[in-house]
């Protein structure tokens, strides 16, 4: 529940009400209301005993009537709000009786329900009454919120306060309004200030960090690059004992695909397949289709003409074959 301080003024009592939140006023103070005592000397002794925290809190006067005057209309200009007040006001000695007293003048809009059409709730007090209600509550250290009419539906939408304690009201909830403004504002700006300033030696920590571990990076890097040439060269030997195996591997394979009417004067080969052999045989062509038949080596091909042996010119024949793509 809002907190609020209410204060009812009839013809014949005042009472007050103090609210802070619970089910129940947590404050009660009741008067009856004579007619040789002035209404504000009545509200002053009503609220003399009130506790401190009503001083903090909205307050509202709820008028019964006869106090008030409250007529309900049709047809009015369909204007709200305080063009409706102020046209109400201008011709209040049509809709109120002053009895030559002057009027504080408030009006509302009902909005239609049901078969009830859309209507205007108006109401006035004397300005004498609005003045020693202002003064009353002044006299407690209170000021007025609201100022309306006790059991009238709408009500909420009535203003009955003298001009001049509105502006004191206007004025008293814009400056409430700049200063929670300005809290809110001073809130960031310090939030703002303290990430700021927790940032900046995040920022100088990071930095310092970095500083010292400069000599562990650079030695970091070291290794690595370390490691990196180590592994290239580990991949290298790697590679080389695997090119080994595979020359070896193909050294074998030719020898054996050899035919027995045939011999090796010089054997060149590489890893990439490409060989050079010289010798002599009864046939050179076969040593060729031998090698290309058992795959020994890639690409077999005689270089040149095949030249009789000068040291058995009837039996061999000297060849050249290559082998691969490319000589070795």
């Given at each position: 529940?809002?907190?609020?301080?209410?204060?009812?003024?009839?013809?014949?009592?005042?009472?007050?009400?103090?609210?802070?939140?619970?089910?129940?006023?947590?404050?009660?103070?009741?008067?009856?209301?004579?007619?040789?005592?002035?209404?504000?000397?009545?509200?002053?002794?009503?609220?003399?005993?009130?506790?401190?925290?009503?001083?903090?809190?909205?307050?509202?006067?709820?008028?019964?009537?006869?106090?008030?005057?409250?007529?309900?209309?049709e047809g009015l200009p369909?204007?709200?709000?305080?063009?409706?007040?102020?046209?109400?006001?201008?011709?209040?000695?049509t809709f109120f009786r002053?009895?030559?007293?002057?009027?504080?003048?408030?009006?509302?809009?009902?909005?239609?329900?049901?078969?009830?059409?859309?209507?205007?709730?108006?109401?006035?007090?004397?300005?004498?009454?609005?003045?020693?209600?202002?003064?009353?509550?002044?006299?407690a250290g209170l000021a007025?919120?609201?100022?309306?009419?006790?059991?009238?539906?709408?009500?909420?939408?009535?203003?009955?306060?003298?001009?001049?304690?509105?502006?004191?009201?206007?004025?008293?909830?814009?400056?409430?309004?700049?200063?929670?403004?300005?809290?809110?504002?001073?809130?960031?700006?310090?939030?703002?200030?303290?990430?700021?300033?927790?940032?900046?030696?995040?920022?100088?920590?990071?930095?310092?960090?970095?500083?010292?571990?400069?000599?562990?990076?650079?030695?970091?890097?070291?290794?690595?690059?370390?490691?990196?040439?180590?592994?290239?060269?580990?991949?290298?030997?790697?590679?080389?004992?695997?090119?080994?195996?595979?020359?070896?591997?193909?050294?074998?394979?030719?020898?054996?695909?050899?035919?027995?009417?045939?011999?090796?004067?010089?054997?060149?080969?590489?890893?990439?397949?490409?060989?050079?052999?010289?010798?002599?045989?009864?046939?050179?062509?076969?040593?060729?289709?031998?090698?290309?038949?058992?795959?020994?080596?890639?690409?077999?091909?005689?270089?040149?003409?095949?030249?009789?042996?000068?040291?058995?010119?009837?039996?061999?024949?000297?060849?050249?074959?290559?082998?691969?793509?490319?000589?070795?």
């Amino acid at each position: 529940m809002k907190r609020r301080l209410t204060v009812q003024v009839a013809a014949d009592r005042l009472w007050a009400e103090a609210w802070t939140g619970e089910r129940e006023p947590s404050w009660r103070a009741e008067a009856p209301r004579a007619v040789d005592v002035p209404l504000a000397d009545a509200l002053q002794a009503l609220l003399a005993d009130a506790p401190p925290h009503t001083r903090r809190v909205e307050t509202q006067v709820l008028l019964h009537r006869p106090l008030a005057q409250v007529r309900h209309l049709e047809g009015l200009p369909p204007v709200r709000g305080r063009a409706l007040a102020a046209l109400v006001d201008h011709q209040a000695s049509t809709f109120f009786r002053k009895n030559g007293h002057p009027l504080v003048t408030s009006a509302g809009v009902l909005a239609a329900t049901g078969d009830q059409p859309r209507r205007t709730v108006m109401a006035a007090i004397d300005v004498d009454l609005a003045d020693a209600l202002v003064e009353g509550m002044a006299r407690a250290g209170l000021a007025i919120d609201q100022c309306t009419i006790a059991d009238l539906p709408g009500a909420e939408s009535l203003d009955l306060l003298p001009p001049a304690a509105r502006q004191d009201r206007d004025r008293r909830r814009w400056r409430s309004l700049t200063r929670v403004v300005s809290l809110a504002a001073l809130a960031w700006a310090m939030a703002l200030g303290s990430w700021a300033v927790r940032e900046a030696v995040e920022v100088h920590r990071t930095r310092s960090e970095l500083v010292h571990l400069a000599g562990a990076r650079k030695a970091l890097l070291a290794g690595q690059a370390v490691r990196h040439r180590a592994e290239a060269l580990l991949t290298t030997l790697d590679e080389a004992g695997a090119g080994r195996h595979r020359l070896q591997d193909q050294l074998l394979a030719v020898a054996a695909a050899l035919p027995d009417s045939s011999y090796l004067v010089t054997l060149a080969l590489d890893t990439l397949g490409r060989g050079l052999l010289t010798g002599g045989a009864h046939r050179a062509t076969e040593v060729v289709a031998t090698l290309e038949r058992t795959h020994a080596a890639p690409n077999p091909r005689l270089e040149g003409a095949v030249t009789p042996d000068p040291l058995n010119a009837a039996r061999w024949e000297r060849f050249t074959i290559l082998t691969g793509e490319g000589r070795p």
